[in-house]
């Protein structure tokens, strides 16, 4: 109903402003009209996200979480909520963890740390898991990562989560929701969404990249 009524007040307004090209793309399929919209999309602060601020941080952030330091670390930054994908990012890790043990996982964002989310996570894993609430050093765990990774099932518009990861020079697997797609280019893995085979995919193929390789990516 509220889509329906922005779409007829659309026509009077001096412009109508979205964050994604694929925003745009589906209210004008709405109806909206075509002729006053714009894309600006999210801006982020590349100072406040740089590798450069933290090439020596990763070793107490893995000391404070108990993660190993020989280990490929794939990290995902959002709220629990089911357009996120979770239990699809659950499934893919422990298809991961049949071909790389050596692989931890961690999860920031609100609701990760609530007893459903925990539920998921099998006690044969729960060693290669560290879930954390929501946090406010954002840039000093993105430099921990090895992997940045983006389950979102619907939803997403511009992700902050992917351009701050790629801010911070960590390559990233995505789904293919909302400009995900367009953000990582050549430099990325872009995968089904909602398709758990074709996320543990995406994933192994990037876990089995050199380390190098995927530095490379992220510069």
Known sequence: ?????????????????FNSKKSLEQHINYGFSRDNCEVIPNGFDVELFSPLNFIDNS??????????????????????HPMKGYENFIKAAFN???????????????????????????????????????????????????????????????SNSICEAMA???PCVVTDVGDAEFIVGDFGVVVEPGDVRSLSDGLIKM???????????GK
């Open 1 to 17: 109903i509220m889509i329906n009524a922005c779409k007829w007040f659309s026509y009077r307004c001096d412009k109508v402003i």
């Open 207 to 217: 876990i089995e990249m050199s380390a190098k390789e995927r530095k490379k990516i």
């Open 168 to 170: 911070m020079a960590v």
């Open 59 to 80: 070793v107490e952030i893995k000391l404070e979480l108990s993660i190993p330091n020989d280990v490929v670390i794939v990290g995902i930054i959002a709220r629990y």
């Open 96 to 158: 991961v963890l049949k071909k790389h043990p050596n692989v931890h996982f961690v999860a920031i964002g609100k609701g990760v740390t609530n007893s459903r989310f925990d539920y998921l996570i099998n006690d044969e894993h729960k060693a290669s898991f560290h879930l954390l609430t929501e946090r406010h050093d954002i840039p000093e765990l993105i430099s921990m990562f090895d992997i940045a990774v983006s389950s979102s099932i619907w939803g997403d518009a511009f």
